[in-house]
Nanobody, 121 residues
C-alpha cells in the first residue's frame, strides 16, 4: 500500500484546510484509515479514524472542528479541518490499517509521507 497525502499549508487561526490521502497498491487489505499528527517535540497522536463501514473516531481536541470522510471510488480519505487553532500546527500523516477498528498506533501498518500544517495566531 502506498499513501500520498496532500493539502497542508499555512493558514490563520480560525481558518480551514482540507487534507487528502490517496491509497494505491494492495488496497483490498485496507479496513480503516486514519490521520495522525506530530508537533515538534511531541509524540505522534491520533486525530481521526474512519473504517470501511464509515464508523469514525476523533481525538477530543478536534471533535466538532475536524471531519474525516472517504471516497471509496477514488481510494481517498479526507480530513476537513475547520476553526483551526495554533495548537493544531503539526505534520499530519495518513495511515492505513488492516484492523476493522484500529485504536492503537501499532495497528496502522502503512504510512504516508506527511503534510505540514501551520496555523498562525
Amino acid at each position: 500500500v502506498q499513501l500520498q497525502a496532500s493539502g497542508g499549508g499555512l493558514v490563520q487561526a480560525g481558518g480551514s484546510l482540507l487534507l487528502s490521502c490517496t491509497a494505491s497498491g494492495t488496497i483490498f487489505s485496507i479496513n480503516a484509515m486514519g490521520w495522525y499528527r506530530q508537533a515538534p517535540g511531541k509524540q505522534r497522536e491520533l486525530v481521526a479514524t474512519i473504517t470501511s463501514g464509515g464508523r469514525t473516531n476523533y481525538a477530543d481536541s478536534v471533535k466538532g472542528r475536524f471531519t474525516i470522510s472517504r471516497d471509496s471510488a477514488k481510494n481517498t480519505v479526507y480530513l476537513q479541518m475547520n476553526s483551526l487553532k495554533p495548537e493544531d500546527t503539526a505534520v499530519y500523516y495518513c495511515a492505513s490499517s488492516g484492523s476493522s477498528y484500529p485504536t492503537l498506533i501499532h495497528e496502522y501498518n502503512f504510512w504516508g509521507q506527511g503534510t505540514e500544517v501551520t496555523v498562525s495566531s
